[in-house]
């Protein structure tokens, strides 16, 4: 007897937009791709898909996702042990040096290099309520950062003028220091840091004039090389009423001699 067939049942089935399975394609894509590269590689496929530049002055925290400074000391540590071991360091039995590939990764990625990983500290601004536009000066600011040519320390002060207007921004002292750090925590030239803490703060307030004078020890030039103690290198930086106006630059720098 033959068999009866029952009749076929049908299955609704749900549509998936193109755009949703394209989008997941591309992020199976992306993960086999990232797939045992070094996490410092990934960073910089990062920023080099936006053609964006990552000289050692500059700031990368936009491509750094949460916890991966973590995994950066990690790889850096893990090549610093090599470069202990080409140096012919026993760190296996040499107590002092056993931890010290850690010691230095956590040291640059979490403390003097720490400018380029984080973002720029929140600088609350206020209104010139009292319409201010007499000179400020702030500083000494100690000053600590690493020379890009052989990252040897560059350690000294820096001192800032504004001549804020009514229309001008006001920030809190702190804010000074804090942004100052915030720019010298990376391998620096200390040519090129006090014109970007100048741009930095020509864009946040708004003043009629900003002045920086950076006055430091270079310990490439102590420590290493010529090995000369007394050099160091003092320059500035004018803008606006500071730069048209001799006397208050005069002014600004009589004032900070006094310090």
Known sequence: MPIKKSPAKTVATKTVP????????AIKAVKKSEEGLPL???????IQAQKAR??????????????????????VAAKMQAVLESLVID??????TQDTSRRV??????????????????????PNVSRLNELMIIGPITVRSACSHHLCPIMGRIWIGVLPSK???????????????????????????VVELADMLEKKIKPVGVAVVMDADHFCMQWRGVKDRDSKMINSVMRGAFLKDSNLRREFLA?????
């Open 18 to 25: 193109a755009k949703k399975v394209a989008s997941k394609t």
């Open 40 to 46: 410092s590689v990934i960073i910089r496929k990062r």
């Open 54 to 75: 990552f000289h050692a002055n500059d700031n990368i925290s936009a491509f750094i996702k949460p916890g991966e400074l973590e995994g950066l000391v990690e790889e």
């Open 91 to 96: 760190t296996q039995s040499d107590h002092n």
């Open 105 to 126: 990764a956590k040291m640059y990625v979490q403390e003097v290099f720490n400018g380029r990983y984080v973002e720029q500290p929140v600088l609350t601004k206020f």
């Open 167 to 193: 229309n001008s921004a006001l920030i809190g002292l702190s804010k000074y220091s804090r942004l100052t750090e915030w720019v010298m925590c990376r391998p620096q030239i200390q040519e090129e840091a």
């Open 255 to 259: 004032l900070i001699e006094r310090k």
